[in-house]
């Protein structure tokens, strides 16, 4: 079996692992979610309506400020919908599991031992590019 057929064998096999079924389910039960499917439009068209005023000729701050809070409100409805907030998890676990493999993957090609390779942790003390602790 040559490296390509192998990696498709490896594609099948993470489509077959837990945290990819959770987290297609997760997303088909968001799409399934009218109400959160309302939500995201709102925040979307609240998005194109701040970048329209914004992006015009005198920009009224009042209207963009208010815009702005009304997009804060609609985002944290979205984030504490049950759906959401499932969703988020399950692909956290995904990009996990996808972390692990890329790692293994990468010092694999690096000459490291592919036995002992894998995703280490790290902190950049930048908590703004931060998914969280683990």
């Known amino acids: 079996m040559d490296i390509i057929e192998l990696t498709r064998q490896l ?3 993470i489509q077959k692992d837990d945290r990819y079924l959770n987290m297609h389910l997760a ?5 399934d979610d009218q109400q959160l ?3 995201i439009g709102d925040f979307n068209l609240k998005r194109l309506a701040i970048n329209n005023e914004a992006s015009g000729e005198n920009p009224d701050e009042e209207k963009l400020h ?3 809070e009304e997009l804060r409100h609609i985002y944290a409805q979205i984030m504490q919908n049950p759906n ?3 969703y988020n998890v399950a692909k956290e676990e995904m990009d996990g599991l996808m972390r ?3 790692a293994i993957i990468t010092k694999s090609v690096e000459g490291e031992d592919p036995d002992t390779a894998d995703y ?3 902190c950049s003390g930048s908590c ?3 998914a969280g602790c683990h």
């Open 66 to 68: 208010a815009l702005n």
């Open 37 to 39: 499917q309302d939500l």
């Open 128 to 130: 703004a590019s931060c």
């Open 84 to 86: 959401m907030t499932a």
């Open 11 to 13: 594609g099948k096999e």
């Open 100 to 102: 692990r493999v890329t």
């Open 120 to 122: 280490e942790e790290s």
């Open 27 to 31: 997303s088909q039960n968001c799409e």
